[in-house]
């Protein structure tokens, strides 16, 4: 995922984005560079991208969404009710 050697990671270009749309725009860019260097557009590629995504969100979703929402269940309770969760878990 995104560790990567720290040689590597050296040769990546430091970036700042400083707001959602500034980190879109440099998720874009980022693939139309992908995307046009070396081989030609294919199926190929762009499920290499779309990997790279789903690869991403999921690293994303395990190591920093997740614990925050659990820390802020703890803080705050749940949302949902007892009846519920009672349900989904055991039917």
Known sequence: MPYIDERTRNSVPAIGPQTCGELAYLLTTEVDHYMMTGT?????KITE???????ALSEFERRVAEPYEERKLRENGDVFSADL???VQNG
Do not use: S
């Not at 991208?49 to 690869?55: I, M, P, T």
């Open 49 to 55: 991208v779309r990997g790279a995504f789903a690869a």
């Open 40 to 44: 030609e557009i294919n199926f190929d």
């Open 85 to 87: 969760l009672d349900f």
